[in-house]
């Protein structure tokens, strides 16, 4: 367990090099002994389904706290916006198992490690990550054939 | 489920009972069968007629089993699948045109190259020329705008809590028309508890862009956004042959001459327009400026300018819409994928109807309870005064309209049955009755029929978390029975041993 607390410490600190995968059966208690108290839960749409999730603070590497969605109190996915990562995902990631388009927006893509169980969508105009994503380990292919492959957002101009 | 005001609600539908964790029909099955009792005072549809039940034997039953369950046992409810029939070979065709459209018929010739690729004749000349026809046209663009931005950045921010209340009059709305219909939806305990614990919450599912703790502006994405969609940029890129998303050239061209360029010269100008000329919304939730930049200005103690009391009720109106993608049973998003006519043309024609049956009620003034939740109220718990109609939008499908168009196609294709048949689609996952088999194909024409005065359920599970099977009374709920009928109907099969796919007979009343 002292592995999986250290690697979420290294994942809310922008180190994604340390990342090995979301262990199964990670509990919100347990994420909380290495990222803190956890929010009331609340339940949102994530890649077209229903989930549950609670968040933890905010760090400087992940500026709008961490959301962990959760599976019955089992944590299946984490969510940074915006991280500040402190190396180029590329450069601590190095080659993804797969690229594609990203639903954020049409001048991002996704790049999936799916061994690491990371999944980082990124502009193409400033190589700045826009959303990273942490899951199991699993093929790329199943990664983005599951709800991390539906992941949308729609930009509605108001004037 | 909750309806909005019972009282004054435009015919607040009878809402049925959440789904029982079993149901012990066979055990009971044979003194049950000649129950014709109402349900005096519940909000259960009244029983048919039919079948007899002494009161002495419903009182020793409702002593013995307690009152929900034996109402649950024999009182039939309404039929949510009324009508509805497995898609016949002629309606299968039609429904396949509607869900799979034809891609638009090439019109021949070969496509138009960049002037500007390496190789084309002049194409240093042309690069330049785009780039600087492209950057005027952005430039333009945003100058047109930076008026507009800059009034908003000054004006003052709403409160973000102040567009809950839209979102709980939006969920009401919804579960008022939908609630039999998703309470009686097999789902599996996951799904049940994240739904318990939805609501729109301010930080949560509604974000303020102007709070850097809920967003952070992408002065590049915007700047590509209006490379993408403004018309002069387009047209600039159309005399160019340009595509940026068919080659590594092309697009490294526009990133690095044209948007980078952009950016550093006008990054904040770029902020200002991603914060607040966009809203922004994903299933579920949105992102919003509450920024209020108006002529009518609040008078302290009054009533919110009508610019501010429109926003509510055009919040509220969007919510409509991201809360139903909420309900959407997980058999229906397994079969679509990412079909944009089944996942936001049948949200989007679930929305019409609510909004349909809503708006005509708001504009009236007609629901003071709807009002006070999505305009709030006054210091002494009133509704502010000096409502107008126009504070309410219009219906407006916008970008959905031609998904919203194929999704009620589909219904139509269906007959008088079609309603109930895209409702148990889309919330309870029965897309068999719309005719698409859970790879999203087309199904096949149906072999066999129903005997006499029968007609066939299959048997659905939620796919999801390990599975659910729909249960014997959920089954008989979407099917207006009692699941003694329904066991009568279905001698000698066990109803607490069903399996996805089953088919059974479900009595079929006058």
Known sequence: ??????????????????????????????????????????????????????TFAATPAAPHGIRAWTRLHDVWLLEIQDPELRAPAA?????????????????????????????????????????????????AAEILDGPLGRIEERRVPRV | VGDFDRDEGPGAPVLAEPAPASAAAPALAPALLTFAGGAAGSRLAPARAGSRLAPAQVLRLQRAAGNRAVTKLIVARDDQHKDTHLPTADELAKINVQVNPTAPTAKGGVEKQWDGASGQPDFNNQRAALKAELSEALKNHLDGKLPWLKKQEAAPKLPLANFEGPGRAAKRAVDARYGAYTSAAALTAPVVHDRSVFAFKAGVHLKDRANPAHFTPDPADVADWMAQTDVFAREAQKRHGFNKDRSADEQTFLNDQVIKPFVAARKHDLELYDIYGFAQSSPGQIWISTALAS??????????????????WSTWETLVHEYIHTLEHPAFIAMRGGNRILFEGFCEMFTEEVLLEW???????????????????????????????????????GEYADYVKRAKEIRNILGSGGENAVRAAFFQGHIELIGLRSTGKIASAPTTSAPSGMRFHQVVSDPSNGGKIETADQIATQNGVSVVELQSANPGVDLNALKAGDNVLIPVKP
Not at chain 2, 297 to 306: M, N
Not at chain 2, 360 to 387: H, M, Q, T
Request: proline share 8%.
């Open chain 1, 91 to 139: 450069e601590q990631l190095g080659t993804p198992d797969a690229t594609d388009r990203s639903g954020l927006g049409g001048s991002y893509r996704q790049d999936v490690y799916g061994a690491r169980g990371l999944v980082v969508h990124v502009s193409n105009i400033t190589d700045a990550v826009r959303r990273l994503y942490a899951i199991a380990p699993a093929p």
């Open chain 2, 359 to 397: 708006i005509p009620i708001a504009k009236g003034d007609k629901n003071a309870a709807l009002r006070g939740e999505v305009e709030g109220k006054d210091g002494s718990g009133n509704l502010w005064p000096n409502f107008e109609e126009k504070m309410v939008p219009a219906y407006n499908p």
């Open chain 2, 295 to 312: 002529k009518g200005a609040a008078v302290a103690g009054g009533p919110p300018p009508p610019a501010e009391r429109w926003l509510y």
């Open chain 1, 1 to 54: 367990m002292s592995d999986v607390l250290a690697e979420l410490q290294a994942l809310a600190g922008g180190d994604l090099a340390a990342w090995t995968g979301l262990p199964a059966g990670l509990t919100v208690d347990d994420a909380a002994r290495a990222l803190g108290p956890a929010s009331a839960e609340a339940s949102a749409m994530i890649g077209w389904q229903l989930s549950s999730f609670v």
